[in-house]
């Protein structure tokens, strides 16, 4: 089945700005929610977080109240690649991110963090002050 492959993390300075994409096979992911999360240096699986959702092509498009304002989340069918713009980086923000699909699953996706069964490898963001 098609996996899940993030990129774009990297080592940045408070103030700036990472893309993240993930890529995602529109045959499998393009008629599901789809989301970013992450989990900080230190925590276990149980305090990943949920970050932004959408589901593409739809107004269905969701932002953690932690995030919002600063980062954005889009399905670019084109390039079967869901990206999570960040901008306006903190040291908070530090984390490995991860890109996740909720298979199987057809209703609204906002803030419904307890969905997603299919979970890419992450990639590491670290924001230094």
């Known amino acids: 089945q098609a996996q899940l492959v993030e990129s774009g993390g990297d080592s940045v300075q408070a103030g700036g700005s990472l893309r993240l994409a993930c890529a995602a096979s529109?045959?499998?992911?393009?008629?599901?929610?789809m989301a970013w999360f992450r989990q900080p240096p230190g925590k276990g699986r149980s305090g990943r977080e949920g970050?932004?959702?959408?589901?593409?092509?739809?107004?269905?498009?969701y932002v953690a109240d932690s995030v919002k304002g600063r980062f954005t989340i889009t399905y670019d069918i084109a390039s079967e690649t869901l990206y999570l713009q960040m901008n306006n980086l903190q040291p908070e923000d530090t984390a490995m991110y991860y890109c996740?699909?909720?298979?199987?699953?057809?209703?609204?996706?906002?803030?419904?963090?307890?969905?997603?069964?299919?979970w890419g490898r992450g990639t590491q963001v670290t924001v230094s002050s």
């Open positions: 970050v932004a959702s959408v589901f593409p092509g739809s107004r269905d498009n």
């Open positions: 529109k045959t499998t992911y393009s008629r599901v929610c």
């Open positions: 996740a699909a909720a298979l199987g699953y057809s209703g609204a996706c906002g803030g419904r963090w307890n969905l997603y069964n299919r």
